[in-house]
């Protein structure tokens, strides 16, 4: 699998610096557990935060504080070594978490013309969600407000300008305006992150947007 | 807290007198650069108390100000910069000093508690990788890893003013995503490119 669209520095280092929106993690925790270039470039933007915190002053803790954690330590076992998150099918550890289980266990709603949607449970900052294009479907003429994340997890698809395998993001903004069409073959399923609702050009989508709740 | 008020460091521990280029660009004598990594390491191989004591003592008073920075107050700052150091008790096991700085992973703990105290939010962790630290990692490889971390100080502190004061804004949580920009003009390539060869190398190994 060769991963041909990758994550921005901007999201990488909002990632390092904890300040994306959950369901934004979400995405790049998930686009991370499959692209190791990704991996590496969200560790060297860790390691600014640990130069910072090495440089930063310091502010003196309470006089007890070492005592304390001696304390506190005494008690507490060193973890050997526990049971990492696992992958389930398509979806990579941190989103099989989400999921609570592999795509068997998604519960979808349908948005019409054959596309399916489940929500997952995120903070309210940004919403993400599960897409499923069946193959050769076209999801509805969309412009975006903010930011729209899309990684694909199976199948593909493609829009004006480019095509989207397992593994690759998209990553739209408000200058965004585009048709993306799953391809031919497989389903394509996409976890989507946006931070701003969508506005789609047709009647009848625009209309049901406030039941899909996206 | 100032360094005399300290108890003396455990023996055994400490090191070199080392130089560094300050912020105004003159070379000055610094405190000892003890080997944190080190350190680290006998907490994981040992639970070695006196080594915890001496990593709290350089990292608490650090973690409880970056949480204060963030926006906690003084006794939420203290609880949570406790918090990150039995975290870093606890998980020692899981420090490979061929990967990361010491501060670099106490970083990444206290992040995730501020967002935990601060945000309240979940936060999603990539996959863990099935390669755990290597019980004797290559000391040229730990060595590099440090030296990184050094150079990356010296290139931001050698960084103008505001672009410097924009990174340490988008790390302290003052900024949103939005707004963090992407160009630090930091050397962050070499760090990259290590960690990549890395991955490689256990991918190859993985089969």
């Known amino acids: ?214 | 807290m100032t360094e005399q008020a300290l108890p003396p460091m455990p023996s055994g521990i400490g090191g070199m007198v080392g130089s560094r280029q300050k912020k105004d660009g003159s070379l000055a004598k610094v405190e000892d650069e003890t080997d944190w990594a080190g350190l680290l390491v006998k907490v994981r191989d040992h639970q070695d108390r006196a080594a915890f004591a001496a990593l709290f003592r350089h990292f608490a008073p650090r973690v409880k100000a970056f949480l204060m920075k963030s926006g906690a107050g003084a006794a939420l700052a203290e609880e949570c910069a406790q918090d990150v150091m039995a975290v870093l008790w606890q998980k020692a096991h899981l420090f490979d000093p061929a990967r990361a700085s010491v501060a670099t992973w106490v970083y990444t703990i206290a992040r995730n508690r501020r967002i935990d105290a601060l945000r309240k939010a979940r936060r999603a962790e990539p996959e863990e990788l099935d390669w755990g630290p290597e019980p004797e990692p290559d000391q040229a490889e730990v060595l590099e890893a440090q030296q990184e971390t050094e150079r990356l100080g010296r290139a931001l502190a050698a960084l103008p003013a505001p672009q410097r004061t924009l990174i340490e804004r988008a790390f302290y949580g003052d900024l949103s995503h939005s707004e963090i920009a992407a160009e630090t003009g930091l050397p962050l390539g070499t760090i990259k490119s290590r960690i990549r060869l890395a991955l490689e190398k256990l991918r190859h190994q993985m089969g």
């Open chain 1, 1 to 214: 699998m060769t991963i041909r669209h990758h994550l921005s520095d901007q999201l990488l280092m909002a990632y390092a610096a904890g300040q994306l929106p959950e369901a934004f993690n979400l995405v790049v925790a998930t686009h991370v557990s499959l692209c190791d270039e990704c991996r590496a470039r969200a560790a060297s933007f860790d390691a600014v935060g640990g130069v910072l915190l090495e440089e930063a002053e310091e502010i003196a803790m309470g006089e007890d504080a070492l005592a304390r954690a001696l304390e506190r330590i005494e008690g507490l076992p060193q973890a050997t070594r526990s049971e990492p998150l696992k992958p389930a099918g398509i979806f990579p550890a941190p989103l099989a978490d989400y999921v609570g289980g592999d795509l068997s266990t998604v519960r979808w709603r349908k948005v019409g013309g054959g596309v399916k949607q489940a929500i997952l449970p995120t903070g309210k900052d940004a919403s993400a969600r599960l897409l499923y294009i069946p193959a050769g479907t076209a999801v509805p003429d969309h412009g975006h407000r903010g930011m729209e994340l899309t990684l694909v997890l199976q199948g593909a698809f493609a829009d004006e300008n480019d095509r989207f395998g397992r593994g690759d993001i998209e990553i739209a903004d408000e200058e965004v305006e585009h048709t993306p069409v799953a391809l031919a073959g497989e389903d394509c399923i996409c976890l989507a992150a946006t931070d701003a609702p969508l506005r789609f050009r047709g009647l009848i989508p625009r209309l049901a947007q406030p039941l899909l709740r996206i």
